[in-house]
Nanobody
Framework: QVQLVESGGGLVQPGGSLRLSCAAS????????MRWYRRAPGKERELVAM????????????KYADSVKGRFTISRENAKNMVYLQMNSLKPEDTAVYYC?????????WGQGTQVTVSS
């Protein structure tokens, strides 16, 4: 019943921007920590960004991989069951399949991924 569907990937020039979206259904979205992972060809899956469950009045906590700090921003809209990854100043090494992940305690759900290719 749980579904995570990523969108927004594509081909972009170095230095360009993309915004990835993840639509969640079948879960109590606001109770899950949301994460973005990526996997480049021949490499291990990498945690890119994460955002906690805190909403509105107390704000949210976010964490990023060193490789994307200052360039990527993760956000969520709990009312829409959506999580986003704004990617700026993209580099060729950002090329990967990006996956949305929902985590709570020992529960762990994954989307099918969306391809991001950064190339001239």
């Amino acid at each position: 019943q749980v579904q995570l569907v990523e969108s927004g990937g594509g081909l972009v020039q170095p230095g360009g921007s993309l915004r990835l979206s993840c639509a969640a259904s079948g879960l109590t979205f606001s109770t899950y920590e949301m994460r973005w992972y990526r996997r480049a060809p021949g490499k291990e899956r990498e945690l890119v960004a994460m955002i906690d469950t805190t909403i509105s009045t107390t704000g949210t906590n976010t964490k990023y991989a060193d490789s994307v700090k200052g360039r990527f921003t993760i956000s969520r809209e709990n009312a829409k069951n959506m999580v986003y990854l704004q990617m700026n100043s993209l580099k060729p090494e950002d090329t990967a399949v990006y996956y949305c992940n929902a985590f709570r305690s020992w529960l762990d759900y994954w989307g099918q991924g969306t391809q991001v290719t950064v190339s001239s």
